[in-house]
């Protein structure tokens, strides 16, 4: 009884302490750990103590039953315990990682085993909690190995459904959130992918759609977020066969680029953002202080273009300390040659808007880079930042767009920060290893990446118009001229964005066309 008091009291002291730290250093997770295990905790230790008490005074001799009771009770429990700690903390924890990771498969493999694992914990517990109270296990063992084969065939769709989406999760054709066309035209969002079902959300019914995972795989998709969420439209204009073709293509053209939200050359569209018209703007309350379409498009534009600069002179430096590393490997690099390469990165590193930060680890000083306390306004993480904060304040975006926007630009600034990261180790180490010869490729594989993720405008996604078909009737012919035209983003809007960008720009250029007398 003394060790069940003494025990119960270090128990309380070491929970009210493990608490009491975990509030002061803002750990969430320890937090959480130590809510899950208080109670699961305290009935472990009150039937562990019951037992060990029945045992001190003899009487589980005599009554054994009430041994195997409570040792399946502690089964019981532990299988509770090790469900909430899996559930609750780890798979918590894996959601936070997957977020810090580039890694698709992560995104859609760690809910999937949320969904699994229990089922297979509560169906081990169950057999070790039978086992505890003392029933014969082997026949049922023996029984479950003959139904397996029974099993296997009447859950067959089941579990091509499950190893299906297995399927998809190694191959990750997409992630949540993406937008797919499926065979039948249907536009969806990826919301889920379960054990058997994966969930898609329907844009134009506003419901949610439950696609078997086979079924899903041995489909044909087109996933509009892919590369990037900037999408390719076709419109086809008719236009008069006696109409002036390259007018008509200049008309076009001018109304694509002064549509805010079509991409095209950034020095081009602030010109022809000018002429741009639409007639819900000229409803806007002007009390209701929101920016025009034109002024937040103009502004946006202009943040963009500071970006652009910006990547320019990156992308100058990086070439030009490409090719002093290039000329110093040829004879191997030494001590003070990888100092001159590591002061020239940190150039670079400064135009990004980062500063090194010095500690001490296991007796040893490194390096580390972070966001930089008095960064410059014109760093290029200050810059994309003040980019998609412009975009913020696009009167068409809906509340939910602010978090997509926000959430999609940081987690590239965070990635962009580790890898810059680990290139400076790279660098630091170079005459360590066999990296030295390999400096100049991890280099311009940063900027790949950068290239990649933040120059969202390239020369042939610029409009693209032209004479399709020609067709005679009524004494006057008509021309259909094809006008394609890349969109910034499918995903804003509820993933309507798309639509009404083609819908606005074919109003437009239906309307210029027939104040030039082009229009068929």
């Given amino acids: 009884m003394i060790g069940i008091v003494l025990g119960f009291f270090i128990y309380m002291v070491l929970l009210s302490a493990l608490k009491s730290f975990f509030r002061r250093s803002s750990n ?11 109670t699961p905790l305290l009935i472990l230790f009150v039937i562990t103590a019951i037992k060990v008490l029945i045992y001190s005074l003899g009487f589980l001799e005599n009554v054994p039953f009430i041994e195997r009771l409570l040792t399946a009770g502690i089964v019981a429990v532990i299988t509770y ?11 918590y924890s894996l959601s936070k990682y997957a977020e810090k990771t580039e890694a698709d498969w992560d995104d859609v493999l760690i809910p999937l085993i949320k969904n699994t694992l229990p089922i297979l914990i509560y169906l081990v517990g169950s057999f070790l909690f039978l086992q505890s109270l003392g029933i014969d296990l082997s026949g049922l063992w023996v029984a479950f190995g003959g139904m397996t084969f029974v099993l296997g065939f009447a859950l067959r769709d089941i579990l091509s459904n499950f190893f299906s989406g297995l399927v998809l999760l190694v ?19 990826i919301k889920s992918i379960g054990i058997r079902l994966t969930t898609l959300y329907l844009i134009d019914s506003h419901c949610d759609l439950l696609v078997p995972n086979a079924a899903l795989e ?64 000229q409803l806007l309350d002007s009390e209701d202080n929101l920016l025009s379409k034109k002024d937040a498009g103009r502004q946006r534009l202009i943040a963009e273009e500071k970006v652009k600069v910006k990547l320019q002179e990156i992308k100058k430096a990086i070439d030009e300390l490409v090719n002093k590393i290039k000329f110093m490997e040829m004879e191997g690099l030494d001590s003070a040659e990888v100092r001159a390469i590591q002061g020239y990165y940190l150039d670079v590193v400064r135009m990004v808007g980062l500063e090194t930060v010095s500690e001490k680890q296991k007796g040893q000083r490194s390096l580390y880079l972070q966001e930089s306390q008095n960064m410059d306004e014109d760093a290029l993480i200050s810059l994309l930042r003040n980019w998609y904060r412009n975009w913020q304040d696009d009167p068409d975006l809906i509340d939910a767009d602010d978090q997509v926007l926000e959430s999609e630009w940081e987690r590239k600034i965070y990635f962009l920060i580790k890898r810059m990261n680990k290139l400076l180790q790279q660098i630091v180490n170079a005459n360590q290893g066999w990296s030295e ?21 390239s020369l042939w996604q610029s409009p693209k118009i032209w004479m399709q078909d020609m067709s005679m009737g009524g004494g006057l012919g008509t021309i259909d001229m094809a006008v394609k035209f890349f969109v910034d983003n499918v995903k804003l809007e509820q993933c309507q964005r798309g639509n009404r960008i083609r819908s606005e720009v074919h109003g437009e250029i239906v309307r210029r066309l027939r104040q030039a007398y082009f229009y068929r």
């Fill in 218 to 281: 041995s489909q044909k998709l087109v996933n509009f977020s892919r590369p990037n969420s900037s999408y390719y439209y076709t419109i086809i204009v008719p236009i008069r066969s006696d109409s002036d073709p390259n007018q008509a293509i200049k008309i076009i053209e001018e109304v694509i680029l002064s549509h805010p939200d079509t991409l095209g050359e950034l020095d081009k569209k602030l010109v022809a953002i000018e002429n741009f018209y639409r007639i819900t703007d």
């Fill in 81 to 91: 315990l090790i469900d909430r700690l899996f559930t609750q903390v780890i798979a």
């Fill in 171 to 189: 191959d990750t054709p997409f992630q949540f959130g993406d937008v797919v066309a499926l065979q039948d035209g249907t536009i969806a969002v």
């Fill in 28 to 38: 969430e997770i320890g937090i959480l750990t130590v809510n899950i295990l208080q």
């Fill in 437 to 457: 010869t390999k400096l100049d490729d991890y280099i311009e594989e940063l900027w790949k990446w950068i290239e990649d993720r933040f120059q969202t405008y």
